[in-house]
């Protein structure tokens, strides 16, 4: 893939956004974002909204929309209704508990992670090739983008994914988290700092990820599912941009370094989505949390 080149001294992001302090690409002198709108922070649910919209009807070019946190936010996969009622008596009122369509463990979203979604026609280069293989160009992306704030970490190679979790220690099923796969974004010691899922259907691919900025609340989840036992796990296997470098970025400014390398790479970021998806019934986006 086409190498996407941020500078961490060659001059600083000129916007008034809270993403200030942002290295700017090469070449570039001047703020892509029109406002301080796209600099915003979302909800999990309009993520889903977003996510579920771009998906309904055949995908003929990149989309993709990147997202940031305010609160935590339980999410689980398709196949883990089991969890659901639990986690809602055990979560605090009006948390968000979600759904979705896909598969794989369950996500904390909150302040601590920076996460997208790209959506890709059939065709597109990325998404040719095996399954696993659809990780790679998202993967390497996210590498390249933390590499200017001294963050080093690598997408994992599917032929490194075995011993690299034999080396990190009990896997936890239930948790995306929990486990390594073909091009996640891992530190020297192997662990988890951006983890990677797909969703796959006639219209397009889905492919979204998640960056660990700061350290998670692995206590809220592992309580939320009843799951105390596998907390020391979860902190064993993954890590955070802050803890593998002082110059690491904020979430703002991890977000809107994505934006620059998407565009780069995809083209203009798409809508926002919660407007566009406000034709989606709640029950699609969410399970409500209810005392």
């Not at 075995?162 to 010691?189: F, I």
């Not at 799951?227 to 979430?251: F, I």
């Not at 203009?268 to 566009?276: Q, R, S, Y």
């Amino acid at each position: 893939m086409a190498s996407i080149v941020l500078h961490s001294h060659a001059g600083l992001h000129p916007c008034a956004h809270p993403c200030a302090g942002l290295p700017v690409a090469a070449g570039g002198s001047l703020c892509h974002l029109p406002s301080r709108q796209e600099c915003a922070i979302t909800t999990a649910a309009q993520e889903h909204r977003w996510n579920q919209r771009y998906m309904q009807t055949a995908v003929t070019r990149p989309y993709w929309r990147v997202w940031t946190y305010e609160t935590p936010a339980v999410v689980l996969g398709c196949s883990q209704r089991a969890y659901l009622d639990g986690a809602r008596a055990r979560l605090a009122p009006g948390m968000e508990l979600l759904q979705r369509p896909s598969g794989g463990g369950a996500v904390l979203c909150g302040p601590w992670m920076v996460s997208c979604s790209v959506v890709l026609p059939p065709s597109h280069p990325w998404v040719q090739g095996r399954l696993p293989d659809s990780y790679q160009g998202l993967g390497q992306l996210h590498a390249q983008v933390l590499a200017p704030w001294g963050v080093a970490a690598r997408a994992l190679p599917p032929d490194q994914v075995a011993a690299a979790n034999a080396r990190g220690g009990p896997v936890v099923p239930w948790a995306c988290y929990g486990s390594l796969a073909p091009w996640e974004v891992v530190d020297a010691a192997g662990r988890k700092l951006v983890g990677l899922a797909q969703r796959r259907q006639r219209a397009g691919v889905l492919l979204v990820a998640g960056t660990l900025v700061t350290p998670p609340d692995w206590a809220l989840l592992c309580q939320a599912l009843d799951q105390q036992g596998d907390e020391a796990a979860l902190r064993a296997r993954t890590v955070s941009c802050a803890e593998l470098s002082a110059r690491a970025p904020d979430a703002q400014q991890m977000a809107s370094a994505l934006r620059v390398a998407l565009t780069q790479t995809l083209g203009e970021e798409a809508g926002d989505g919660a407007g566009e998806a406000a034709d989606y019934p709640a029950r699609q986006a969410t399970a409500p949390n209810r005392p």
